[in-house]
């Protein structure tokens, strides 16, 4: 009887076990916001908190993730806003930088460091410039756009004049500066400068929500894009003796298809060793500037259908991601958008187009958050690239709308699943990453070099963020920081291949990236379990390949150009 | 003073002065409500220009009119404002100033100002369908949904607690996006009448346009039962299927909706992209051809089929393709 009963028992468990849902894999990573505790505090301001006048006052800023004093570990860099009504003198909101003490806290060094400016703070980018072993800044804005060269000694100089760099626009109309990147475009050796213009703006003439004509759902809001006069990309070519040319006109790169530009970032998309662009245009196609290899770009986005939405229709392209996310070897896309559609991902076929696999790849399930910077990264070091993405509405006004998200919100987290399609886990992740915050910016770097990359976030009228990502140990990595000699010192363009394992994964040093920011010029691999690398090669900007053999994972490698072997 | 007296005075009076000058303004009146009457705001307004007299009310009345024909609100609402209780009440030219304003005053987006006047309006055309939907519209844009639904069952002529008016309404809404208003009225217009048409759809629609493709897919089921041979329903729920990668279920539901409508491309180009994903791109390219000569303006059909011949190789007309669809975006 009683081991009859036993029987009954163990067969009920068996089929309460049997039917209960298999419990879920963790994830093997984890977000923890250490902005706070780390000394990143100060607000970014940025036009009215609840209401806003000006399309302006809606972009937010950028971020950045850079070494400015040269001591191996990742500097923050926060870009600042202001507002209509302005400032009192000596009041002014300026951008800022924060050194990494190293310990997980940073230092805020701008007034030593010389970067107490201000204004309608825009975009980042950052690289050596000059060649000099610093990392020089170069800023877009609403106005004067500005290139601070880095000293050496912990200080910046605003070279911008002395380059010849000036420049905000012309007729009434100012120049409203985005997204921009560094890129040796001619491969000369010399980092160059990419910017990105929005809109060229004149506060005067911009119609206003009094005026009625423009509304979101019902609701007066800020006006445009549609209406005002789309603004033209610049592109200087550095000459090489501390000063720029102009080259916008006769690169080709004001001729491009769309405008509206505001995310900017470097990649080559069709592997043949020379630098392209693709920018992200609003409510316009997509730039994809493909280099000529003759000083001039052609913008091919329409024709290689990486321009426009699944259905043929220009989206309101905010941030960008490039990675080979399905390891054959190409640089793909990821776009964010506006709230209503997709953010769209363009799978690089190799053969000189994009195909649009948003919704084969997962993607096309989230239409709600309107995405800004974005990343990818490989959350859990298996060797497949995830994706991380900020949102944050445009229109402080949706709050009078009960059914739209609102306007801080949630990121979204997509972990790759390795068989070409990507999974939202953000809700399995829980706070912070489900925590409503109002989104622009990011850059994503690893600040505490523990082979995994932490993102910067850069909130609107709010203090910023740092989620450091957690992942769990098991999974190998590998990192490299690349040292030009004949290319340029950052290495901007360069092209790492990984072998490891029988795996071979593909990425690049790239300049700009996510929204209006810069990225970590460091190249992270996950490797999964493979405790080791076969080999690693890299393509200098200047074309040159070179390899090495045998690294230990765990490591970021440091590989001078010049140093390694022929292939 | 006695009658005959007065007579003779007049009389007198009008024999000792010259004969007065006839006065311009009511044959120039005439000739520029002509040009409007004939769809010619610009000449009217020229017209109302060369005669001068801009302080005669008389004038401005239909200078108002005339700019309100030509778009020009902003100038319509500056010259007629100031005409109201200018006109006898009552009177054809104090009602027609205080339609025209209110007209003006909507389309200027300066809606909440608009609201009385057109409600003045309605009190003597109660009956006046187009009056009814743009006081309904402005109801809508304001968030008085039950106001909004009265005003719109006069326009649709159906009783306004009727199911119907709630579909009707919920339809206005959804073309302002005003989606929750809509929803709501759509749970309504259900709950009073299970087996409405059309309400589930449009439900779906939002579901659909909102990546709850679950939902969408539940509702349009509801939908074709109450409602079976629609071809709208089917087509959307082949784009649910389409967006969840559904490949059989989809192309079934598209197949379904061509049957039963084939003068709409929109299912061409979904089955298009279904038999593609399904690697049969030789299934796919005559369905978006299809929806390229059935459409020839449609955006999404030569982008997939760009798409299509880049995935087969003929990069050359790929290339023309991709350039049609953005040539159809307009400038």
């Given at each position: 009887?009683?081991?009859?009963?036993?029987?009954?028992?163990?067969?009920?468990?068996?089929?309460?076990?049997?039917?209960?849902?298999?419990?879920?894999?963790?994830?093997?990573?984890?977000?923890?916001?250490?902005?706070?505790?780390?000394g990143?505090?100060?607000?970014?301001?940025?036009?009215?908190?609840?209401a806003?006048?000006?399309?302006?006052?809606?972009?937010g800023?950028?971020?950045?993730?850079?070494?400015?004093?040269?001591?191996?570990?990742?500097?923050?860099?926060?870009?600042?806003?202001?507002?209509?009504?302005?400032?009192?003198?000596?009041?002014?909101?300026?951008?800022?930088?924060?050194?990494?003490?190293?310990?997980?806290?940073?230092?805020?060094?701008?007034?030593?460091?010389?970067?107490?400016?201000?204004?309608?703070?825009?975009?980042?980018?950052?690289?050596?410039?000059?060649?000099?072993?610093?990392?020089?800044?170069?800023?877009?804005?609403?106005?004067?756009?500005?290139?601070?060269?880095?000293?050496?000694?912990?200080?910046?100089?605003?070279?911008?004049?002395?380059?010849?760099?000036?420049?905000?626009?012309?007729?009434g109309?100012?120049?409203?500066?985005?997204?921009?990147?560094?890129?040796?475009?001619?491969?000369?050796?010399?980092?160059?400068?990419?910017?990105?213009?929005?809109?060229?703006?004149?506060?005067?003439?911009?119609?206003?929500?009094?005026?009625?004509?423009?509304r979101?759902?019902?609701?007066?809001?800020?006006?445009?894009?549609?209406?005002?006069?789309g603004g033209?990309?610049?592109?200087?070519?550095?000459?090489?003796?501390?000063?720029?040319?102009?080259?916008?006109?006769?690169?080709?790169?004001?001729?491009?298809?769309?405008?509206?530009?505001?995310?900017?970032?470097?990649?080559?998309?069709?592997?043949?060793?020379?630098?392209?662009?693709?920018?992200a245009?609003?409510?316009n196609?997509?730039?994809?500037?493909?280099?000529?290899?003759?000083?001039?770009?052609?913008?091919?986005?329409?024709?290689?259908?990486?321009?426009?939405?699944?259905?043929?229709?220009?989206?309101?392209?905010?941030?960008?991601?490039?990675?080979?996310?399905?390891?054959?070897g190409?640089?793909?896309?990821?776009?964010?958008?506006?709230?209503?559609?997709?953010?769209?991902?363009?799978?690089?076929?190799?053969?000189g187009?994009?195909?649009?696999?948003?919704?084969?790849?997962?993607i096309?399930?989230?239409?709600?958050?309107?995405?800004?910077?974005?990343?990818?990264?490989?959350?859990?070091?298996?060797?497949?690239?995830?994706?991380?993405?900020?949102?944050?509405?445009?229109?402080?006004?949706?709050?009078q709308?009960?059914?739209?998200a609102?306007?801080?919100?949630?990121?979204?987290?997509?972990?790759?699943?390795?068989?070409?399609?990507?999974?939202?886990?953000?809700?399995?992740?829980g706070?912070?990453?489900?925590?409503?915050?109002?989104?622009?910016?990011?850059?994503?770097?690893?600040?505490?070099?523990?082979?995994?990359?932490?993102?910067?976030?850069?909130?609107?009228?709010?203090?910023?963020?740092?989620?450091?990502?957690?992942?769990?140990?098991?999974?190998?990595?590998?990192?490299?920081?690349?040292?030009?000699?004949?290319?340029?010192?950052?290495?901007?363009?360069?092209?790492?291949?990984?072998?490891a394992?029988?795996?071979?994964?593909?990425?690049?040093?790239?300049?700009?990236?996510?929204?209006?920011?810069?990225?970590?010029?460091?190249?992270?691999?996950?490797?999964?379990?493979?405790?080791?690398?076969?080999?690693?090669?890299?393509?200098?900007?200047?074309?040159?390949?070179?390899?090495?053999?045998?690294?230990?994972?765990?490591?970021?490698?440091?590989?001078?150009?010049?140093?390694?072997l022929?292939? | 003073?006695?009658?005959?007296?007065?007579?003779?005075?007049?009389?007198?009076?009008?024999?000792?002065?010259?004969?007065?000058a006839?006065?311009?303004?009511?044959?120039?009146?005439?000739?520029?409500?002509?040009a409007?009457?004939?769809?010619?705001?610009?000449?009217?307004?020229?017209?109302?220009?060369?005669?001068?007299?801009?302080e005669?009310?008389?004038?401005?009345?239909?200078?108002?009119?005339?700019?309100?024909?030509?778009?020009?609100?902003?100038?319509?609402?500056?010259?007629?404002?100031?005409?109201?209780?200018?006109?006898?009440?009552?009177?054809?030219?104090?009602?027609?100033?205080?339609?025209?304003?209110?007209?003006?005053?909507?389309?200027?987006?300066?809606?909440?100002?608009?609201?009385?006047?057109?409600?003045h309006?309605?009190?003597?055309?109660?009956?006046?369908?187009?009056?009814?939907?743009?006081?309904?519209?402005?109801?809508?844009?304001?968030?008085?949904?039950?106001?909004?639904?009265?005003?719109?069952?006069?326009?649709?002529?159906?009783?306004?607690?009727?199911?119907?008016?709630?579909?009707?309404?919920?339809?206005?809404?959804?073309r302002?996006?005003?989606?929750?208003?809509?929803?709501?009225?759509?749970?309504?217009?259900?709950?009073?009448?299970?087996?409405?048409?059309?309400?589930?759809?449009?439900?779906?629609?939002?579901?659909?346009?909102?990546?709850?493709?679950?939902?969408?897919?539940?509702?349009?089921?509801?939908?074709?039962?109450?409602?079976?041979?629609?071809?709208?329903?089917?087509?959307?729920?082949?784009?649910?299927?389409?967006?969840?990668?559904?490949?059989?279920?989809?192309?079934?539901?598209?197949?379904?909706?061509?049957?039963?409508?084939?003068?709409?491309?929109?299912?061409?180009?979904?089955?298009?992209?279904?038999?593609?994903?399904r690697?049969?791109?030789?299934?796919?390219?005559?369905?978006?051809?299809?929806?390229?000569?059935?459409?020839p303006?449609?955006?999404?059909?030569?982008?997939?089929?760009?798409?299509l011949?880049?995935?087969?190789?003929?990069?050359?007309?790929?290339?023309?393709?991709?350039?049609?669809?953005?040539?159809?975006?307009?400038?």
């Amino acid at each position: 009887m009683r081991r009859g009963a036993g029987v009954l028992a163990v067969a009920a468990t068996c089929a309460l076990l049997a039917g209960a849902a298999e419990p879920e894999k963790p994830l093997g990573f984890a977000f923890v916001n250490v902005a706070r505790s780390a000394g990143l505090d100060a607000v970014t301001v940025f036009g009215g908190k609840d209401a806003n006048r000006y399309l302006l006052e809606t972009t937010g800023c950028g971020a950045a993730f850079f070494d400015y004093d040269g001591d191996g570990r990742l500097d923050a860099f926060l870009m600042n806003g202001t507002t209509l009504a302005g400032f009192p003198k000596g009041q002014e909101p300026t951008h800022h930088l924060y050194r990494n003490r190293g310990d997980g806290t940073f230092e805020d060094v701008t007034r030593k460091a010389g970067l107490a400016f201000g204004g309608w703070g825009q975009g980042v980018c950052a690289g050596d410039v000059d060649n000099d072993g610093d990392s020089d800044l170069y800023v877009t804005s609403f106005g004067q756009n500005r290139f601070f060269r880095n000293r050496g000694d912990g200080t910046f100089e605003d070279a911008t004049r002395a380059a010849g760099l000036g420049g905000l626009g012309s007729g009434g109309a100012t120049r409203w500066g985005t997204g921009c990147a560094m890129i040796d475009y001619d491969r000369d050796g010399r980092l160059d400068i990419f910017a990105a213009n929005y809109i060229d703006l004149d506060l005067a003439t911009a119609p206003t929500p009094d005026s009625g004509l423009c509304r979101y759902k019902g609701v007066k809001v800020a006006c445009g894009p549609p209406g005002l006069k789309g603004g033209k990309n610049v592109l200087y070519r550095n000459k090489g003796d501390g000063t720029f040319a102009d080259v916008s006109e006769a690169s080709g790169i004001t001729k491009a298809a769309g405008t509206y530009g505001l995310g900017a970032v470097t990649l080559d998309f069709d592997d043949d060793g020379w630098t392209d662009l693709y920018v992200a245009n609003d409510s316009n196609p997509s730039t994809l500037y493909r280099n000529k290899h003759d000083g001039t770009f052609e913008d091919v986005g329409v024709r290689s259908g990486c321009a426009f939405s699944q259905d043929g229709k220009p989206q309101a392209g905010m941030g960008l991601a490039v990675g080979d996310y399905d390891h054959n070897g190409f640089q793909d896309i990821f776009k964010t958008n506006f709230a209503g559609d997709t953010s769209t991902l363009y799978a690089n076929t190799g053969d000189g187009h994009c195909e649009d696999r948003t919704f084969m790849g997962g993607i096309g399930l989230n239409t709600r958050w309107l995405g800004w910077g974005t990343g990818f990264l490989d959350l859990d070091n298996d060797g497949w690239l995830d994706l991380f993405l900020v949102n944050g509405h445009v229109y402080p006004e949706v709050a009078q709308i009960p059914a739209e998200a609102a306007y801080a919100q949630r990121k979204v987290v997509y972990r790759n699943r390795g068989d070409g399609r990507f999974e939202d886990v953000t809700e399995r992740l829980g706070p912070p990453a489900t925590t409503p915050r109002p989104g622009r910016g990011a850059a994503f770097g690893d600040f505490d070099d523990d082979g995994d990359l932490d993102v910067l976030v850069n909130n609107v009228n709010d203090v910023p963020d740092l989620y450091r990502l957690d992942s769990t140990p098991g999974a190998h990595w590998v990192a490299f920081r690349l040292t030009g000699r004949v290319s340029n010192r950052s290495a901007i363009g360069a092209r790492v291949r990984v072998t490891a394992g029988g795996v071979t994964r593909t990425d690049e040093v790239r300049g700009g990236g996510s929204y209006a920011s810069q990225n970590d010029l460091r190249v992270y691999f996950g490797l999964g379990p493979a405790a080791g690398v076969d080999k690693v090669e890299v393509r200098w900007p200047n074309g040159r390949v070179e390899q090495w053999a045998g690294l230990p994972a765990g490591r970021i490698h440091a590989l001078e150009e010049g140093k390694g072997l022929a292939p | 003073m006695i009658p005959w007296l007065l007579c003779a005075l007049l009389a007198q009076a009008a024999a000792a002065s010259p004969p007065p000058a006839p006065d311009p303004v009511p044959a120039a009146l005439a000739a520029a409500r002509a040009a409007l009457d004939a769809g010619r705001p610009q000449d009217a307004l020229q017209k109302l220009l060369a005669l001068g007299h801009p302080e005669d009310p008389r004038v401005a009345h239909l200078r108002g009119v005339a700019e309100y024909r030509a778009d020009d609100y902003a100038h319509a609402i500056e010259r007629l404002t100031p005409l109201l209780g200018a006109f006898p009440a009552g009177s054809s030219e104090a009602r027609e100033v205080e339609q025209v304003l209110g007209l003006s005053l909507y389309l200027a987006n300066r809606i909440p100002e608009a609201i009385p006047h057109l409600e003045h309006t309605r009190e003597w055309a109660a009956d006046n369908m187009e009056l009814a939907q743009v006081l309904g519209m402005a109801y809508v844009q304001t968030a008085q949904p039950d106001r909004a639904r009265a005003s719109l069952a006069r326009t649709f002529g159906v009783p306004p607690d009727s199911a119907a008016a709630h579909l009707f309404a919920a339809q206005m809404m959804i073309r302002v996006e005003r989606d929750a208003m809509a929803d709501e009225e759509l749970k309504r217009a259900i709950a009073k009448d299970p087996r409405l048409p059309h309400a589930r759809y449009l439900r779906a629609q939002a579901a659909l346009f909102r990546g709850r493709f679950d939902d969408a897919i539940a509702l349009l089921k509801g939908e074709l039962e109450v409602n079976p041979a629609s071809a709208m329903a089917l087509y959307l729920l082949g784009d649910a299927y389409v967006r969840q990668e559904k490949w059989g279920e989809a192309i079934a539901a598209l197949q379904r909706s061509v049957w039963i409508n084939p003068y709409f491309s929109g299912p061409y180009v979904l089955l298009g992209r279904a038999y593609s994903a399904r690697g049969e791109p030789g299934t796919a390219e005559p369905m978006v051809r299809r929806a390229v000569e059935m459409d020839p303006n449609n955006r999404a059909a030569h982008y997939l089929l760009a798409q299509l011949l880049q995935q087969t190789g003929r990069a050359e007309e790929a290339r023309r393709e991709f350039e049609t669809a953005a040539r159809l975006q307009g400038p």
